[in-house]
């Protein structure tokens, strides 16, 4: 058995002379042209990857790698028993995090034709999508309609008008089904999507109870006779109540605040089970630009409970209220010096404790970042419920003197209480990943998505940017010095091609072929010449 060959070695010296020989041939075009492909190649993968992980989160490269060549390369099968093992201890966590990525309806939200449309008519601007659309088409579905709609026409009409995709064919099925009878929904659609002023919209809605009262009153005489009438009934109370909340947001929009106040302290009282409409957040911001703070505490003191689901505005409401107290003499030169009292104390850690539920809003309060269009579905926790919050409370936190500064010298605090990477919550449950992901589906392309926590940059978009940065170094010094950089080039692979020859001649000289070795024959060679 031979080790190395003196044929070997010739031929491995005739082929570095043969490369030697190509590159005197080049010219230095060549090199600039090298470089140059080099760079524009490795630039355009600079450019995809960052574009991708900015609309998606995460690396092109990383993604298919982990996608598709692990598991040609068998990297799955090495950690399916720790996947397993870890997957039945993360599944509490699993499911707490996609409860709190549940989308809701934005309590808040605004009137299609009197200002949506508004917005989009003097803007040109869509500041609804399509995913936040459609799910208000199934919300629409789900409170306005039941079974028993195609045993009358008006209600068959409107059933059929809520899955329509273009507006014009919603507002004309309305209009169509008005002209058989006097039915509250289709005032509904009307006021919410042809109206295009609030004024206009209350006095669509008002006919609207008219006639929705009277459904409702006739329904709840008949809803023990049978689940067909019960499942109208609580059609019926979807309709009503509905109505009566738009109502008062209207009052609200038109500036007759305490009328607004009364009619949802009313409803509250009439439907107190209805709570997936959440009013009470409603209620609080009227009652904010009322200035009741005492009142705002009251409703707070029911509805800040632990055993209830929290948002923004209750949080936020929350440390509104205990800023105000100590916000107007609040320094932060002389908290430093004396430390801070205990209402101060409360304060901060209310501000700290709504920053954790909700890192997004302090810089639309802050005015770090510009406000657009709430929509009309909200994550919690995530961008789209900030935005939502900020737009309309915005004006209450400036009107507390003080309440700005103390958010602004004390909210980022808030990070430092809570463990990184974020595997546990401080005072809520860990921060859900997937509010990234829902917030671009629920706001327009034209917005900048508030991302929390903020990600690291993936280490092939670093990678080709170091690349690209390297080759375009190359390409310039090579367009402007190319003799000087061709025999550099030269001077390098020479470099390479006598290492290597080195190489071979010193393991020639110490590595003597096995039949050239002179052993003393021992027993076994003794043994086997016999």
């Not at 049978?226 to 109502?247: C, F, M």
């Not at 290597?500 to 003597?512: A, H, I, Q, Y």
Request: aromatic fraction near 10%.
């Amino acid at each position: 058995m031979r080790l190395f060959s003196g044929d070997e070695s010739k031929k491995t010296i005739h082929n570095n002379k043969k490369v030697s020989m190509f590159l005197n041939t080049l010219t230095p075009k060549f090199y600039v042209a090298l470089t140059g492909t080099s760079s524009l190649i490795s630039g355009l993968i600079l450019i995809f990857e960052w574009w991708y992980f900015r609309k998606y989160g995460t690396s092109f490269i990383e993604q298919v790698s982990v996608s598709h060549l692990r598991p040609l390369l068998g990297g799955v099968d090495n950690n399916s028993s720790n996947n397993s093992n870890s997957s039945n201890g993360d599944s509490d966590s699993n499911r707490q995090s996609v409860s709190e990525c549940k989308v809701w309806r934005n309590p808040l939200n605004l009137f299609r034709g009197a200002e949506y449309n508004r917005y989009t008519w003097v803007t040109g601007r869509e500041p609804l999508t399509y995913y936040d659309m459609n799910l208000s088409a199934q919300d629409h579905q789900t409170f306005f309609t039941c079974d028993s709609d195609h045993l009358r026409p008006a209600d068959a009409i409107m059933q059929k008008a809520w899955r329509e995709r273009n507006p014009q064919a919603r507002i004309s099925a309305a209009h169509e089904a008005l002209e058989i009878n006097e039915c509250a929904t289709a005032y509904i659609l009307l006021a919410e999507e042809e109206a295009t002023t609030i004024a206009e919209a209350e006095k669509l809605f008002k006919q609207a109870l008219k006639a929705g009262d009277g459904c409702y009153r006739r329904s709840q005489q008949l809803q023990h006779h049978g689940s067909q009438y019960e499942a109208q009934h609580r059609r019926d109370t979807n309709v009503l109540v509905y109505i009566k909340r738009r109502l008062a947001m209207c009052a609200r929009r038109l500036g007759r605040t305490r009328e607004a106040v009364k009619m949802m302290r009313d409803l509250m009282k009439e439907f107190p089970l209805l709570s997936m409409f959440n009013i009470h957040e409603n209620l609080l911001e009227a009652l904010l630009e009322l200035q009741a703070y005492a009142d705002v505490q009251a409703v707070l003191a029911k509805y800040d409970d632990i055993s209830l689901p929290k948002s923004a505005t209750i949080c936020y409401t929350a440390a509104l209220l205990k800023a105000r107290a100590v916000s107007d003499k609040f320094s932060p030169e002389a908290a430093s010096r004396r430390g801070l009292s205990t209402a101060e104390m409360n304060a901060v850690e209310a501000i700290h404790r709504a920053v954790e539920f909700n890192p997004h809003v302090p810089k639309y309060l802050l005015e770090m970042k510009s406000l657009i269009l709430p929509p009309e579905h909200i994550l919690k926790r995530g961008d789209s419920e900030a935005i939502a919050y900020a737009f309309f409370h915005l004006a209450h936190w400036k009107r507390v003197e003080g309440a700005l500064n103390l958010l602004h010298c004390t909210w980022e605090g808030t990070f430092r209480m809570i463990p990184y990477p974020l595997e546990k919550g401080h005072l809520f449950y860990p921060y859900p990943i997937c509010t990234e992901t829902a917030d671009r589906e629920l706001l327009p392309a034209f917005h900048e998505v508030s991302v929390y926590p903020k990600k690291e940059l993936p280490f092939f978009i670093l990678f080709t940017a170091g690349l690209c940065s390297f080759t375009a170094m190359l390409a310039l010094l090579t367009h402007q010095f190319p003799e000087l950089m061709g025999v550099f080039a030269k001077a390098v692979v020479d470099t390479l091609c006598s290492a290597e020859v080195r190489d071979w001649n010193c393991k020639s000289t110490f590595m003597p072929f096995e039949d050239e070795l002179d052993f003393p024959p021992g027993p076994q060679s003794q043994h086997s010449q016999n």
